[in-house]
Every structure is written in structure tokens, then in C-alpha cells.
């Protein structure tokens, strides 16, 4: 359950930044740059002047103490002077400097190019708010842009350009949109698990007929999807048709080299290992394609033997245990570019598929793990890295490897007719035991950008 609290932990940092502080009336402190670093001088230095304390300019003799100016005033750019609004409150502060402003709002110091502000503006002529489309042609902001004037108010960020373009910014916006912001947002809300983790989770399956009729059917089910990785749709008919009636009410079935909508049995039809009575290691499908297929979709229609339970492990929730073990090996398998590569030569089935790119794939400005490519049946020859990062990316793997094989990581469940299955590829691994007698499967792949955006449209974080 640690695991459980630290996202919920996680999930409120991330929401605790937008915090809103009281409503504040504007005055200016103005104070030239000191010699100080940031943190122990600029802001520090302000701070005693807001508590009535002497505050010294630097530089030329003759220049005495400052006091706080009344009122709302615009300051020239050219100043490069720091800002700061009224004393009961230190919510926002601002400074230029030479080719960019920084911002200290809602517990967070930003820092924004000159250009940048400029490109981003909202303003009617920049922005189509309707379309929800740039406006602006970037190429002809003068990259040695500089504002010409400042304003902060309660709320906004005034910005006025040589040419009198005048340009407006929420102040929350900028938190939420700035570097420093997305550094302590969380892309994708996530609730790591290991096998009691998710038991004790008792997370519901949802009814077909839920699902396919109601928005707050769909939406339970998105929301476990979302937050675990894997999600069941029970009550569903078991046939082909019906499966992808349910998957089609949250995207477009990905067609690939398996077709649309496919069955599967043990019959050696194609060739992969997955078309036979053997057991399956546990994988990620589809790693040889450039962007490996987002959601998979399985549904049992019938299985007259034994065995055959179905694997799943939370790869997200063992590449944290790396990352805590030994960050070093984390970062080398989500730096080190692998391919994989699927060659099938099987009746009319011609096929022969390369992807490339690192088992762990994660986001670069705030380090959140977003993809795991991982199938040792069709990893490629090594042949991306030179020889003395090889052995380093083995043991980096062989860690990785033994963390996904733990016991307590693995979820067996049995598929049966009726109940359907919705995997996240790009995070949870599946596998197979062996079975005996007929077994047959049918199923899909996702685009997952259409369910993500089925997710976002109901209100949901994706």
C-alpha cells in the first residue's frame, strides 16, 4: 500500500502548486540587480525592503534609500529592475533581465524568453480562439525581441512590444504553462501496483451494458484504465461482433499486418509463438513498429482444456523499483536506442518490421516514465551502442528483468467467455502458462490517442 500512498502524495504535489493566494492590490519595489545569488540576494534583498528594513542601490554613491511607490504604474523595460506586489502579500514578483523575464508566483520561480512570450500570445490577431490555433507566423518575431514595457495586476501579466503590440497573460497560465510548472506536473496521474497492491485496490470491473450506454460507465472504466493500466468490461457476448462494438466506443481499432479485428488460437497460423499451446514470457506486443500499438483488447471466447491464465505486470511499477535501486541502470535503459524486429515468411503472410528506440522511454523535462518497450522474443541483434556500454545496458536489463519476474509482481487472472480485457501496451506486460485442448481468443489493437481523447472529453486527466 506504500506504493498506492506515494501516488496519491504525488497526485496532490501536483495540485497543491496551483494553490491561489489572496487577491492583492499592485505597488512597484524597484532595486537594481544585486551581486548576491538569486535566492540570498534578489529575493531576500526585496523582502527587506517590503519589512520597511534599509535597502541600498549598488553602484554609484549619492543614491540613498528607497521607499514603496503607491499605486499601479508601467515600468519601462529598459529599467531591468526587479517588481514586487503589495507587502502583506509575496505571491508575485518579477525581474527582466537581458533576454528574458523571470516570474515568482504561486510558490514557483520561472524564467520566460523574450521570443517565447511573444510567440505565445493570445491576443485576437496572434490566436484563433475558435480554432484553438497559432495565428502568428513565429519566423517573423524578431529573435532579439525585447518588451518595451511591464505591468503585473492582480491576475495578468501585461507585456508591450516595440510595435505596440500589447500582450496578456493569466498568471496561472504561465505557472501552468511554464517550464518550472511542467517540472512538478504529472502527465499522466498514475497509481503504481504490484499483485496485492491491486487486489487490495478491489478496483470493479464495469458492466457491458454500462459501458456501451452510459457516460458514467465509460468514464469508471477510463478512470481505472488510466490509473492501472488494465481495465475489465464483464457481460459482454462472446463473439467477435460484440467485442468490437465495445472496443470501437472508445477509439478506432488500429488496423495492422494481423488485420482489424482477429482471432486467435494455437493453430501456428502466423508466425509468432503466440499462436501456439506454449507459455508466453511476459512482453509488451508490437515493440518492431516505430510507435508500438497503445491499448490491446482481449476477449475469450472459448476454452475447453486446461491452464492458459493470462500474466500481467505493471512494468511502470517495476522500473520504479530500478529507478530507487540503482537510478544509474534506470537512466541507461531509457538512453540506450535497441531495435526490434518481427520477420514472418508463414503461407501468405510476408512481413518484416523494424522499431527502434530505449526499453524505458520518459518524458525529459520532469523524468516521467511514459513507455516500456519490452519483448526479449524479438529484441534485434545489439548493434546501436558501442562495446563498452554493452555489458552496462545487460546488467541494467538483467536488474530490470528481475524485478518484472518477482512473484509478488505478477497478477494471474483467467480469461473467460464474457469477460474482456483492455491493456495499456505501453505500460503493462502480459503473458501466458501453457493449456491444453481448444482456446480461442479474438481481440484488437487501439489507437491510443483516441482513447486518451475519449478520456480527456469526459473530464479526465490522459
Not at 79 to 102: F, K, M, N, V
Not at 156 to 169: A, I, K, M, N
Not at 282 to 296: A, K, L, N
Not at 408 to 424: H, Q, R, S, T
Request: net charge neutral.
Amino acid at each position: 500500500m506504500r506504493q498506492a500512498r506515494c501516488s496519491v502524495q504525488c497526485l496532490h504535489r501536483n495540485l497543491s502548486c496551483f494553490d491561489r493566494g489572496a487577491e492583492l492590490e499592485i505597488e512597484d519595489l524597484t532595486l537594481v540587480k544585486v551581486s548576491l545569488p538569486l535566492h540570498e540576494g534578489m529575493w531576500c534583498r526585496r523582502l527587506a525592503c517590503l519589512l520597511g528594513l534599509p535597502c541600498w542601490r549598488s553602484g554609484r554613491a549619492g543614491h540613498g534609500s528607497l521607499g514603496l511607490p503607491r499605486g499601479t504604474r508601467t515600468v519601462p523595460a529598459a529599467a531591468a529592475r526587479c517588481h514586487h506586489t503589495a507587502p502583506e502579500s509575496l505571491s508575485c514578483a518579477w525581474q527582466l533581465h537581458g533576454d528574458h523575464l523571470e516570474l515568482r508566483y504561486a510558490n514557483t520561480l520561472m524564467r520566460f524568453d523574450f521570443v517565447w512570450l511573444r510567440d505565445h500570445c493570445r491576443s485576437a490577431s496572434c490566436y484563433n480562439a475558435k480554432t484553438n490555433q497559432r495565428s502568428l507566423d513565429t519566423a517573423s518575431v524578431d529573435l532579439g525581441i525585447k518588451p518595451k514595457a511591464v505591468r503585473v495586476d492582480e491576475t495578468t501579466l501585461f507585456l508591450t512590444w516595440p510595435d505596440g503590440h500589447v500582450t496578456r497573460y493569466g498568471l496561472e497560465w504561465l505557472v501552468k504553462n511554464s517550464y518550472e510548472g511542467q517540472k512538478q506536473r504529472v502527465m499522466h496521474p498514475r497509481i503504481l501496483w504490484n499483485a496485492e497492491i491491486y487486489r487490495q485496490a478491489q478496483v470493479p470491473s464495469v458492466d457491458c451494458r454500462s459501458f456501451l450506454e452510459t457516460d458514467e460507465g465509460l468514464k469508471e472504466f477510463l478512470q481505472n484504465f488510466l490509473l492501472y493500466g488494465i481495465a475489465f468490461v464483464e457481460n459482454v457476448t462472446p463473439t467477435k461482433e460484440d467485442t468490437q462494438i465495445l472496443a470501437e466506443r472508445i477509439s478506432l481499432i488500429r488496423e495492422t499486418i494481423y488485420g482489424r479485428m482477429w482471432y486467435f488460437t494455437s493453430d501456428f497460423s502466423r508466425g509468432d509463438t503466440a499462436y501456439t499451446k506454449l507459455a508466453l514470457d511476459r512482453h509488451t506486443d508490437t515493440t518492431y513498429f516505430q510507435e508500438p500499438c497503445g491499448i490491446q483488447v482481449f476477449h475469450c471466447l472459448k476454452h475447453e482444456g486446461t491452464g492458459g491464465r493470462t500474466l500481467l505486470v505493471d512494468g511502470f511499477y517495476a522500473a520504479e523499483q530500478v529507478l530507487r535501486q540503482a537510478p544509474d541502470q534506470f537512466e541507461l535503459l531509457s538512453k540506450v536506442p535497441l531495435k526490434h524486429e518481427y520477420v514472418e515468411n508463414v503461407g501468405d503472410c510476408h512481413n518484416h518490421m523494424i522499431g527502434v528506440g530505449p526499453v524505458l522511454n520518459v518524458y525529459p523535462w520532469n523524468n516521467e516514465l511514459y513507455l516500456i518497450r519490452y519483448n526479449n522474443y524479438d529484441r534485434a541483434v545489439i548493434n546501436t551502442v558501442p562495446y563498452d556500454v554493452v555489458h552496462r545496458w545487460y546488467t541494467a536489463h538483467r536488474t530490470l528483468t528481475a524485478e518484472l519476474r518477482r512473484p509478488e509482481n505478477e497478477l494471474w487472472v483467467k480469461l473467460k467467455p464474457g469477460k474482456a480485457l483492455f491493456i495499456d501496451n505501453w505500460r503493462v506486460l502480459h503473458g501466458r502458462e501453457a493449456f491444453t485442448g481448444y482456446r480461442q481468443l479474438c481481440g484488437c489493437y487501439l489507437t491510443r490517442d483516441d482513447v486518451l481523447n475519449t478520456a480527456r472529453l469526459l473530464g479526465l486527466q490522459a
